[in-house]
Each structure stands twice: as structure tokens, then as C-alpha cells.
């Protein structure tokens, strides 16, 4: 068992809806944990980053942690075509004084208008 | 730079041949984190280097993969005798020291071995 697991989908909604994309993971001395973006033939690049368990928001995304049920999520509200990507979710702990975060195999996210 | 630079972006390669792969990172990013991605698979971890620091290798999948950094600056991923199973991107990012996020990437390299 990988120690991030993320569904490749394709994960296909219409412009508008509401997306939810989530990671479960194993480490449980995770502690950080962020979403990353990326486009076609793009590096990914940060989306979102949240310490522990909770609820955060930025405009349309919001980020959720579970730490209880190893369980992250992200939200899209008023999905976009722009939108189109694939979503990483991320996660680090303190391991030998770094924390080199692990990464999910990505959600393909279609937008189509 | 303005961002973390990787070159070439993409390599063709023959399989057995050396390649070298570069990453140019944020000046004043002591930590810097190469990672492989193959189609259709998350990121995986390979070399970290911060500062002065000994290198964490932890990550590479064999002893034909290597890489440098002199002091903060570029680095250079190599991989001799390659394989077709190295057909990947290679992703390289760079980071302010003891970062937990702020991770910034760049572009990749897309390696090809035929």
C-alpha cells in the first residue's frame, strides 16, 4: 500500500458544479498538507497548504483535513473550464530534520462548458 | 532567476546512453528536490540537497542515477546506462530552507529513451 493514495479518475463535471477531490494516507506523522495544480506539460505549482486538521479557504478552493480518518480533501466551488488540471495532493512530516513531502498520484480534473 | 529553470525540456535518448539533466533553482533556495514523474503516476521522490548539508539519496532507484550541487546553486541529475523505464519527466524544485511548503517547480524535463 502506497503511503498517499489519490484516484487518477478522470474525474469529468460540467462548468459550475462543485468538485471534491480527496487523498487518504497511512503516516500518521504527516502534519502538512497541500494541494499542487498542473497543467499539461507544466511543473505543478502550489494551490493550497493547511498545518494539521481543519478547514481552509481561498476564494473558490477550500482545503479540509481529517487527521483522525487520514482523510484530505479539496474543494472546488463554481468549477471552471480554466480549471482543467490534474490536482497533487501533498503531505510532509519531520523525518530526520526535513520534511520532504509525499505525493499522490494525481486527480485528472475536466471542466467542460 | 524569477523561477526555478530546468534544461533541456525535452531529451531523446538512445538506450545505454549518459544523459544530464540541469535545474537552475531560486536564487537564495538553499533546498533543492528532484523528483521523477512517470505517465499517469504521482511524483517520486529522488535526491534532496540543502545547503552544505550531505544529500539525502534515500530516493534513487539505482546506482545509475546521481546528482551534484555545488554549494546553492545548479544541480545536475545524471543517469548513465539508461533504460527504457526511465522515460519520465523529471521534475526539480527548490525551496527556503526547512520549508514545509512553498515548494517552487519547475517546468521538468521530458526524458525519452528508445
Known amino acids: 500500500q502506497k503511503e498517499v493514495e489519490q484516484d487518477p479518475g478522470p474525474l469529468s463535471v460540467p462548468e459550475g458544479a462543485i468538485v471534491s477531490l480527496n487523498c487518504t494516507y497511512s503516516n500518521s506523522a504527516f502534519q502538512y498538507f497541500m494541494w499542487y495544480r498542473q497543467y499539461s506539460r507544466k511543473g505543478p505549482e502550489l494551490l493550497m497548504y493547511?498545518?494539521?486538521?481543519g478547514n481552509k479557504e481561498d476564494g473558490r478552493f477550500t482545503a479540509q483535513v481529517d487527521k483522525s480518518s487520514k482523510y484530505i480533501s479539496l474543494f472546488i466551488r463554481d468549477s471552471q473550464p480554466s480549471d482543467s488540471a490534474t490536482y497533487l495532493c501533498a503531505m510532509s512530516g519531520k523525518s530526520g530534520g526535513s520534511y520532504i513531502p509525499t505525493f499522490g498520484r494525481g486527480t485528472s480534473l475536466i471542466v467542460h462548458p | 532567476g524569477a523561477g526555478v529553470s530546468q534544461s533541456p525540456s525535452n531529451k531523446v535518448t538512445e538506450k545505454g546512453k549518459d544523459v544530464e539533466l540541469r535545474c537552475d533553482p531560486i536564487?537564495?533556495?538553499?533546498?533543492l528536490y528532484w523528483y521523477r514523474q512517470r505517465l499517469g503516476q504521482g511524483l517520486e521522490f529522488l535526491i534532496y540537497f540543502q545547503g552544505n548539508s550531505a544529500p539525502d539519496k534515500s530516493g534513487l532507484p539505482s546506482d545509475r542515477f546521481s546528482a551534484e550541487r555545488t554549494g546553492e546553486s545548479v544541480s545536475t541529475l545524471t543517469i548513465q546506462r539508461t533504460q527504457q523505464e526511465d522515460s519520465a519527466v523529471y521534475l526539480c524544485?527548490?525551496?527556503?530552507?526547512?520549508?514545509?511548503?512553498?515548494?517552487?517547480f519547475g517546468s521538468g524535463t521530458r526524458l525519452t529513451v528508445v
Open positions: 524544485a527548490s525551496s527556503f530552507p526547512r520549508a514545509v511548503y512553498g515548494y517552487t
Open positions: 536564487s537564495g533556495h538553499t533546498a
Open positions: 493547511t498545518y494539521s486538521s
